[in-house]
RNA sequence: CGCGCGGUAGAGGAGCGGCUGUCCUCGCGGGCCUCAUGAGCCCGAGAUCGCGGGUUCGAAUCCCGCCCGCGCAACCA
């Protein structure tokens, strides 16, 4: 089984924000759960540097473009390592390998005959040397230079989209799941029902880009750049070895509904006119809306992912990301939401469940776990496969909360049958025996299952009952604990932070 | 105009044809426990599931209309 998954490339001169974080994350959480079973992965993401804008700031610091991407893509390479997410590549499209594999990759498309010359017209500003959409304008002025842009015209190049309306809609009728969610592919789709026109892929006015191989006085427009980071990340992300054969089309793009049009129309066109096959899935996912009412002070309504992290703890945004909105759907989400989440679930449900249960097993048996299974109720065979179905379904909320479901259940079960009770009886051994076992049991399941979302604290849970750390998807299951010796009260695993600190 | 999404207890969300409106987070009222991170558990108050029709043995869940909010409408990562 292999699994390939991608976030969206993002733009090298923004800063990366809360956004783009979750999108990262998300992704993580699927792919560290896909190689828990076993799943061969990979997964990619990067920036996009090719903006003639990039082009422009770089020259009035007197640098080249790839000289200022150097210094800023930083920012970007740290967003992974920041939220743990276990990439195996970063690709920039300023590397040399992709510019060569978007050249061959169009150099297929124009031997296909869909590429051909055309007039692109626009709103062109001449003070920032390119064409302005409406949305970039304000009261129809150039906001940097104050001017009205004027209507220029160009010669380029134009691919033939509307070849592919029957190809598409075709893809859409028989591949009921390519988009998810369902509402998403029903846009597209009546989208490319409207009728589909031709677009532009290069840029007469440019230079910072890849060049045409047929017209070599022309770059690539970012559309026909930027999308095939996906494949060309493939044939040289390991240096001597093509990953084509076996990461493609097992591939899954995880991206925002904003970038719906380019993904699910665009690109699928694009690949199979150079003839690839068309990606396994597309997920979009919504818009993560930070209330800002009380923070926010010089940022504007940017809150800065990476800060958060700092207070919380990765693992605390992780679970926050995927648990607070659910995962589709647009969603407001506020600090105080994460502080909630953070003391509530993290700390209370699950932390505590771990400090009693181990501060049970260390006072009762001298940290003596023994195998006595009992009958709990609970099934941790069918979590496994609620669990695992969702994920595949890219249902990231509702596979946590099922998750979760369990821990709900195993506090339930401490109450129900009050240990301390059982320890003042000595008859009761056996009993208790069970009961601490079941616990320990199903503590080490939820740690294993928690794992994807929570990658720092789902060993210490394991190591805490003195349990193997490997995470296979396997040992979610009833019985998965090993008799072990030693345990000792376990220090809180979400402490409570101080006010100030919290205060972001 | 068109297309799409949403309108569920005080707030925010799941649920999207069937056991009495079920569940989750917060808030409110009451109680239990003492293993535990001022943690845990239970009970309760609180909803005509936007409005009006229809389909069905049965609808929050499907269909039609309307009202309200939001998004998209093409080169905008």
Known sequence: MRYYLTTPIYYVNSTPHIGHAYTTIIGDILVRHQRQRGAETFFLTGVDEHADKVARVAAERGLTPREFTDQIVGHWQELPRRVNASIDFFIRTSDEGHGKFVQEFLQRIYDNGDVYEGVYAGLYCYGCEEFKSESDLVDGKCPLHD???EWLEEQNYFFRLSRYQDALLRLYDDRPDFVRPQFRANEARSFIEAGLRDFSISRATQKWGIPLPWDESQVAYVWADALVNYLSALTYARPGEDLRPKFWPVVRHLLAKDILRFHAVYWPALLLSAGYEVPRHEFIHGYLLVEDRKISKSL???????????????????????????FGQDGTVSL??????????LGNDLGNLLSRTTAMIARYRGGELRKAPGQPPWSADDLARDVAERLDAFDVTGALEAIWTL???LNRYVEATAPWQLAKD?????????????????????????????????????RALGQSEDLSWERVRAGTAEAATGIAAAPPLFPRIEPEAAVA
Do not use: C, H, M, Q
């Not at 207070?311 to 990301?321: E, L, M, Q, S, T």
């Open 300 to 326: 504007g309504n940017v809150v800065d992912p990476l800060d958060l992290i700092d207070v919380y703890g990765v693992d605390a945004v992780r679970f926050w990301a995927a648990r607070a909105v659910s």
């Open 407 to 409: 821990v709900r259940s």
């Open 336 to 345: 105080d939401g994460l502080r909630e989440r953070y003391e509530r679930e």
């Open 147 to 149: 001017v009205e842009p």
């Open 426 to 462: 000595e008859a009761k051994a056996d009993e208790l025996d069970t009961v601490l076992y079941d616990l320990a049991d199903g503590l080490t399941a939820a740690a294993v299952a928690l794992s994807a979302y929570i990658p720092e604290t789902a060993p210490t849970i394991l």
